[in-house]
């Protein structure tokens, strides 16, 4: 098979089932867009990565909020800090400048990918996991 570059691992499972789901769903939509970005046989293919990247912000908003309900239900000790970390990434996501993407489509869109995977795998393994506990 080929290499899954954005892969949700067992290590990022934190052990509350709805948010190791929405966490695989960030991960395969990564992944997605990864893949369709490698593929030489998609001549036009900026649309559907465009639309994958709006895909990963409105599910990133989704997917904060419910994690920040359920951290309210439980009276999460941590969720300022956990708050602050959503809104700082949201944002960072809703300043992706598609009409920056010019020459260098490529670079910017891995660099997207790789900010992103990078940020939930730390946040999921320094912040999340201490929900679970």
């Known amino acids: 098979g080929e290499c899954i570059m954005y892969e949700f691992k067992e290590e990022y499972k934190i052990g509350i089932d709805f948010i190791d789901e929405q966490h695989k769903v960030l991960f395969d939509i990564a992944d997605k867009t990864y893949n369709l970005l ?62 920056k993407i010019d020459e260098n489509q490529d670079e910017y869109i891995l660099s997207i990918l790789k900010f992103l995977n990078d940020w939930l795998v730390e946040h999921i393994l320094k912040s999340d996991k201490l929900i679970g506990k």
């Open 38 to 99: 490698k593929n030489e046989f998609i001549i036009d293919k900026y649309d559907k990565i465009v639309t994958l990247i709006e895909e990963l912000q409105q599910y990133a908003k989704f997917h904060f909020t419910a994690e920040e309900e359920y951290m309210k239900r439980i009276n999460y000790k941590r969720m300022f800090t956990q708050k602050v970390a959503h809104d700082a990434f949201i944002k960072k996501m809703n300043d992706i400048d598609f009409s």
